[in-house]
């Protein structure tokens, strides 16, 4: 499948159908992304092959929880982002279009590393991972034949087209849900709230494996109307199963002004979510305990420490004192 096409009644553009945003671009041009260029009969994705990072990560610093625990992901990245957070953590290679084409790897080496190195998935992460599926793609399609799994870490603003098309080439994903508050997505982030929604929405519906994170930034989505929006969204949108990741925000590219998040406004985020039955809430970037409990019996089923796991006692997805089947991926 190509992920662009003619557009209609101008026939001098492409339209881009990789995210919301459906750039429409004439000869030369490239998009919001600065990776994806109109090269005359098609829309080539520039960074396709050519990494900026590749590093063998524990699972759980995706973060994924409940999915395959204490395994390894290949995990990569190339240049560029839809998106223009002001705290983006990964902003040197966000924010540029500088490709080092000196760092090509094909997707079948790719998984040939992944099986080297023993590692149960490959994750596309440290940039928007969006902005270069038709990479991530043949890369997800060639791991299957070796039950490699595949694992997106997103900022929710794929198009309807490669939402759909993520349908059995992606196993799971993490989506970034940074706000509930619309003008905020619109003037500091990128993209739209309404569009992160759908998509979460459909990403469950396509039996894909979910988790969802949200920074808490202070002063910017920390109030507890605002979480308390997020955690009534997950709750009725997608379930009290789903992890939620509260993750502490700390000063970072153009908000060096802004403090690091407090324990007092993490430990709200838990208590709202709780509040509404949350089942699996975790902090992120702090010394909180995060070990998975059974939400019927109380047993702790996964201790963890940083991104380690010290004991996991899920057995074939359930708890092994009462039965109850734990939401996620577990062999
Ligand atoms: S990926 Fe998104 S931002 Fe980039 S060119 Fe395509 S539609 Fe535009």
């Not at 557009?7 to 429409?24: I, S």
């Not at 890369?139 to 595949?150: G, R, Y």
């Not at 969802?212 to 997608?238: A, G, Q, R, Y």
């Amino acid at each position: 499948m190509n992920f662009y096409k003619q557009q209609e009644n101008k026939k001098d553009r492409l339209v881009c159908l990789l995210c919301d945003y459906y750039c429409k671009l004439k000869d030369g041009q490239i998009g919001i992304c600065g990776v994806n260029q109109n090269i005359g009969d098609k829309i080539e994705c520039l960074v396709y092959g050519y990494l900026s990072a590749l590093n063998i990560d524990p699972i759980e610093k995706k973060p994924l929880y409940h999915f395959l625990p204490s395994s390894t992901s290949l995990s990569l990245g190339t240049v560029g982002c839809n998106f223009r957070c002001s705290f983006c953590q990964n902003w040197q290679i966000s924010q540029t279009n500088k490709i080092n084409k000196s760092n090509y790897f094909s997707p079948t080496q790719i998984v040939d590393i992944a099986r080297q190195k023993k590692c149960k998935s490959i994750s596309y992460t440290y940039n928007e991972p969006t902005i270069f599926y038709p990479f991530a793609k043949d890369i997800a399609l060639s791991a299957k034949e070796f039950n490699i799994k595949s694992v997106f870490v997103s900022n929710g603003f794929e198009s309807k087209e490669v939402i759909e098309d993520m349908k059995g080439v992606i196993d799971a994903a993490n989506i970034d849900l940074k706000s509930f508050n619309e003008s905020y997505y619109k003037k500091s982030l990128g993209g739209n709230l309404k569009t992160i929604c759908r998509n979460l929405v459909k990403l469950k519906e396509n039996d894909i494996h979910l988790e969802v994170t949200t920074l808490i930034v202070p002063t910017k989505n920390d109030s507890p109307k605002e979480l308390e929006n997020i955690v009534k969204f997950l709750k009725e949108n997608l379930g009290v199963d789903t992890p939620w990741h509260i993750s502490a925000f700390h000063p970072d590219y153009k908000e060096q002004q802004i403090e690091r998040t407090s324990n007092e406004s993490l430990n709200l985020a838990l208590k709202i979510a709780k509040s509404y039955g949350l089942n699996y809430v975790y902090i992120g970037n702090s010394n909180f305990e995060n070990d998975t409990i059974c939400k019927c019996c109380g047993r702790v089923l996964v201790r963890r420490k940083y991104f380690g796991v010290i004991e996991n006692k899920i057995c074939d997805g359930n708890c092994p004192k009462c039965g109850t089947k734990i939401s996620g991926v577990f062999k």
